[in-house]
Nanobody, 115 residues
Framework: QVQLVESGGGEVQAGGSLRLSCAPS????????MRWYRQAPGKQRDLVAA???????NYADSVKGRFTISRDNAKNTVYLQLNSLKPEDTAVYYCTVLTPSYQYWGQGTQVTVSS
């Protein structure tokens, strides 16, 4: 029943910024972590950033210092701020929410960075 709805993707020039949002369509309980993945054409889906229910964060080396993951626990919403974007960041970005019993996935949102 509950789905994750992603928004904020688009096309920007190198050096630009985007802010991705991931909001559930209904209540999700007992969240363990919220994560962002990305998948470029012909590539494996890789973890970009994660945040736990306690607020601890983790980032892929390729995005450290440029991307920031944050959350709004009252809304069960997770965000990804993408700064200093590079063409290599071009990919479909997916949000996922982990609970003890289920893993929810968003539909993906396209981020395209042009030179």
């Amino acid at each position: 029943q509950v789905q994750l709805v992603e928004s904020g993707g688009g096309e920007v020039q190198a050096g630009g910024s985007l802010r991705l949002s991931c909001a559930p369509s209904g209540d999700i309980f007992n969240i363990i972590s919220m994560r962002w993945y990305r998948q470029a054409p012909g590539k494996q889906r890789d973890l970009v950033a994660a945040i736990t229910s306690k607020g601890s964060t983790n980032y892929a080396d390729s995005v450290k210092g440029r991307f920031t993951i944050s959350r709004d626990n009252a809304k069960n919403t997770v965000y990804l701020q993408l700064n200093s974007l590079k063409p290599e960041d071009t990919a479909v970005y997916y949000c996922t929410v982990l609970t003890p019993s289920y893993q929810y996935w968003g539909q993906g949102t396209q981020v395209t960075v042009s030179s």
